[in-house]
């Protein structure tokens, strides 16, 4: 079974940066994608950024691209969301999840819709 474990959430200011950490458990991630997402209150459930487990290759939301940045370290099975330069509007709870690419293991697109996994999220809170 796996497992996502979510963590590095907290309360920041405005233009402080923050590191969420995701523990990958349960199988071997080869072919798979992993994916950061966000939710904030009253809103859907939002893509942030993905990696492929094999390669590496990331995708990002324009809302975050040049002020985030995902990562893996295969070794410790872990994905990371480093996040520089926060805003308000960053406020949300951060989710982790898995897809299962098999052939299409070189395509870090991950969709709400179309993760196999979820962890249970680490909230982050930037104030102004």
């Known amino acids: 079974q796996v497992q996502l474990v979510e963590s590095g959430g907290g309360l920041v200011q405005a233009g402080d940066s923050l590191r969420l950490s995701c523990a990958a458990s349960?199988?071997?991630?080869?072919?798979?994608?992993m994916g950061w997402f966000r939710q904030a209150p009253g809103k859907e459930r939002e893509f942030v950024a993905s990696?492929?487990?094999?390669?590496?290759?990331?995708f990002y939301a324009d809302s975050v691209k040049g002020r985030f940045a995902i990562s893996r370290d295969n070794d410790k099975n872990t994905v990371y969301l480093q996040m520089n330069s926060l805003k308000p509007e960053d406020t949300a709870v951060y989710y982790c999840?898995?897809?299962?690419?098999?052939?299409?293991?070189?395509?870090?697109?991950?969709?709400?819709?179309?993760?196999?996994?979820w962890g249970k999220g680490t909230p982050v809170t930037v104030s102004s």
């Open positions: 999840a898995a897809d299962y690419r098999g052939s299409s293991w070189y395509n870090p697109q991950c969709t709400v819709d179309g993760m196999d996994y």
């Open positions: 990696i492929t487990w094999n390669l590496g290759s990331t």
């Open positions: 349960g199988r071997t991630f080869t072919n798979w994608a």
